[in-house]
């Protein structure tokens, strides 16, 4: 790809896709034309409140008049490691092996350059992917590559991987066994992987494992970086609120340079944060909400004649009509209902649309009565 230039400086905005939601538009304003209006289900962005101990954790560090560091407060690293050795299982990670982050797209889409991965660098992302991947790659000067086995990419000796398990769109969920043959042949050849686990809190039909789990890594994290965020499972997507979790040598690695650039989390999210991650009721609450918001929905959509593939875990049901997906969104929008189509994913994702869960529960009742018509 070629990369224009503007009075002598690289224009990085020359070398990105066009961002996917523009090119939908008009078919958005067709399904906000329903007489009942539109059911938005093409974006996964929360809709249900942010729990009242988590608003007075808020409110309750917006004194401090200081600058917070980068690393986070002590009470939020601990936090971090806690949530995930109880909810996850993860063994072996202390307060060294967390770095709080503002939001995990932004972590994503700058972590190759953060970890000095550049042109001439190869950079795997999934077939079917969210496109911050690539995207990050690309802003890197690394060249992307898809593939969703070790065995497609042969003898070479990519500098990064990324893994997402629930993945953003499918829902597919990578077992045990997978994921230890992905860490083996990573260590191998010196890959670093970062597994984005944003959806690990909302399995529904298959066991979803971190890459930090003992039975992946052996409990050592060498070269592995999990990636995790509050937006899902604690309604915190407003808050831009996330943590790296993993290898303590890349944490210190992308802490150094994070000081520099001043990319640091402010104090009353990090309060926030702490709350949210010493406590589980809320998160056992909100998973409630999407399993019946699921039910609903993936009985009308198969009742309407889709398919629905994967889709074990996360937030998303991954359907076809064995069509164009740019044909099955208009489908939709005429009946007042939006997706997201899977060509936004990648190639692979051509026949595919993803519908979000999250929608209030009116709204997926709307949705369930327009597919049943």
Not at 196 to 217: F, H, K, M, N, T
Request: hydrophobic content about 45%.
């Amino acid at each position: 790809m070629t990369v224009e230039r503007t009075a002598g400086r690289r224009r990085l905005s020359s070398v990105l896709p066009d961002f996917p939601w523009d090119t939908i538009a008009d078919i958005k304003a067709l399904a906000a034309s329903h007489a009942d209006g539109i059911v938005d289900l093409s974006v996964g962005t929360p809709v249900d409140p942010v729990d009242p101990l988590i608003r007075e954790a808020l409110a309750g560090a917006s004194e401090f008049p200081g600058y917070p560091t980068t690393i986070g407060t002590p009470e939020l690293r601990t936090a971090a490691a806690g949530a995930l050795s109880r909810r996850y299982g993860v063994t072996g990670l202390g307060p060294s092996g967390i770095l709080p982050v503002i939001g995990t797209k932004e972590a994503i889409a700058s972590v190759c350059s953060t970890l000095g991965i550049g042109a001439g660098d190869t950079v795997v992302i999934p077939e079917v992917a969210y496109p911050t991947y690539e995207v990050g790659a690309l802003l890197a000067g690394a060249t992307p590559v898809r593939a969703d086995s070790v065995l497609q990419l042969g003898p070479s000796r990519p500098a990064l991987m990324f893994v997402n398990s629930p993945s953003n769109p499918t829902g597919k969920v990578l077992g045990v066994e997978h994921l230890r043959k992905v860490v083996e042949w990573a260590r191998e050849r010196g890959t670093i992987i970062v597994s984005d686990e944003c959806y690990l809190g909302l399995a529904w039909d298959a066991e979803a494992i971190s890459i930090l789990d003992p039975r992946v890594s052996d409990g050592d994290h060498t070269g592995l970086l999990a990636v995790h965020s509050l937006s899902k499972i604690s309604n915190l997507a407003s808050y831009r609120a996330g943590f790296f979790a993993g290898d303590e040598a890349l944490i210190a690695e992308l802490l150094a340079v994070r000081k520099h650039a001043g990319m640091i989390v402010p104090f009353p999210i990090q309060g926030a944060m702490t709350a949210a991650l010493d406590d589980d009721a809320h998160v056992d609450a909100q998973r409630e909400r999407y399993r019946a918001r699921r039910e609903r929905l993936l009985a009308a959509v198969t009742g309407a004649g889709f398919t629905v593939d994967n889709s074990e875990a996360g937030l998303y049901l991954w359907a076809t009509r064995g069509e164009a997906c740019r044909d099955t969104v208009e489908w939709l929008a005429h009946r007042g209902i939006l997706a997201a189509p899977g060509d936004f994913y990648g190639p692979a994702g051509v026949r595919h649309v993803r519908m979000a869960l999250t929608a209030t529960d009116e709204r997926i009742d709307a949705a369930v009565a327009r597919l049943g018509a």
